[in-house]
């Protein structure tokens, strides 16, 4: 018996972790169900979890592009692009119906930008070559979410506008080193609406702050090139946002088990060790919140069976095992890549060397 069976929760436990995600890779459970429609989302916390744990070559990575391929949009002809479809990546089978000449509800197109986001970073984890997918119907369309005050819809039938859609738009564009399908400085002044008088970022301007929504923020504004590495450690004397509240209110996010919240006065949570965690490396602070106690909180969540839980000593689910994983790869556990932060995959997947 090793001592990961006789101490579980004393050290980042690698292979149960492997077998966790090996299991998910081939049969995802019955209780993800009611998340089909987002199962290429389901599939990029699987794989992008693999190449954090630097285990990759496990999945059949051409099976895997065929795959993720297959969910394309494609318009019939040139005259749909302005149609107002969005053409990018289907999040499922269930949301994606055959084009014919009788099907013209446009209504039953389900392409959007956080399955289309979750698409590009899957081929990218696994070696694919993105500049041989036909990009043109992609990002013209995608002009077509971005809204008058610079935020984005997911989808062309109408949803939610908030920093998610900015951040998904911007991570496209950046994946596919083409930022013609967004209106960049728009995009920045809503981002920057969206600050709260604390520090922190709520999903639309005037929302209490959130720390996925602050994540976002910041990475679409990385990304866009508004603010740059290790900001604050560079004495820069102007910024598009605050740096400095930014900074205070995510280091009062670290609570006393060491565990960091979403939002104030709220419980720790596994996930937001890397939405906060993610946002301090970004700004070059990492080194001044205690990252010994936020790894003991995390591993309170790591279960038995491989995995992390949203909570200590619950059972695990993909969405927080995910997140535990990257909160490591950011304390810089032996044995995981490092991350590309603001796109949400590893510097190998993004740099691809």
């Known amino acids: 018996m090793d001592s990961s069976e006789l101490f579980p929760n004393s050290i980042f436990d690698k292979e149960r972790h492997l077998r966790y995600l090996s299991m998910m890779y ?11 429609i987002n199962r290429l989302t389901l599939a990029y916390f699987v794989l992008s ?15 895997v592009v065929n795959w993720v391929l297959s969910f ?34 446009l209504s039953h197109s389900g392409s959007n930008l956080a399955s289309t986001y979750s698409a590009l970073a899957i081929l990218k984890i696994v070696g694919y070559d993105l500049e041989r997918i036909d990009t043109e119907a992609m990002l013209i369309t995608m002009k077509h979410l971005q809204q008058p005050d610079g935020s984005f819809m997911p989808i062309h039938t109408g949803a939610e506008k908030d920093l998610r859609f900015v951040y998904c738009a911007a991570a496209i564009s950046s994946l596919l080193n083409n930022w013609s399908g967004m209106d960049m400085e728009k995009a920045k002044e809503y981002i920057v609406n969206c600050q709260s008088y604390d520090g922190g970022f709520g999903l639309v301007p005037g929302l209490e702050s959130h720390g996925g929504a602050t994540y976002c923020a910041v990475a679409a504004l990385h990304l866009m090139g508004f603010i740059e590495d290790n900001v ?13 509240s930014l900074l205070e209110w995510c280091l009062q996010k670290q609570a006393i088990d060491g565990g960091f919240q979403g939002r104030t006065n709220k419980a720790t949570d596994t996930c937001y060790a890397f939405w906060i965690g993610g946002i301090l490396r970004v700004l070059g602070t990492q080194n001044f919140y205690d990252n010994s106690a936020l790894r003991e909180f995390l591993l309170t969540c790591q279960s038995k069976y491989g995995g992390f839980s949203k909570f200590p000593a619950q059972l695990p689910d993909l969405y927080h095992a995910y997140f535990g ?29």
């Open 26 to 36: 081939e049969n995802i459970p019955s209780q993800y169900q009611e998340q089909e």
């Open 49 to 63: 979890g693999l190449d954090v744990l630097n285990a990759i070559d496990l999945v059949d990575k051409e099976q």
């Open 72 to 105: 394309q949009a494609h318009p019939k002809s040139r005259a749909d692009l302005e149609n107002g479809c969005y053409y990018g990546f289907y999040g499922s089978r269930t949301s994606q119906f055959p084009a014919n000449d009788d099907f013209r509800d």
């Open 232 to 244: 604050l450690s560079k004495g820069t004397t102007f910024s598009v946002i605050d740096v400095h």
């Open 325 to 353: 994983f990257t909160a490591f790869s950011l304390l810089e556990e032996p044995g995981l890549n490092p991350l590309c932060i603001q796109l949400g995959i590893t510097d190998l997947a993004a740099t691809g060397t």
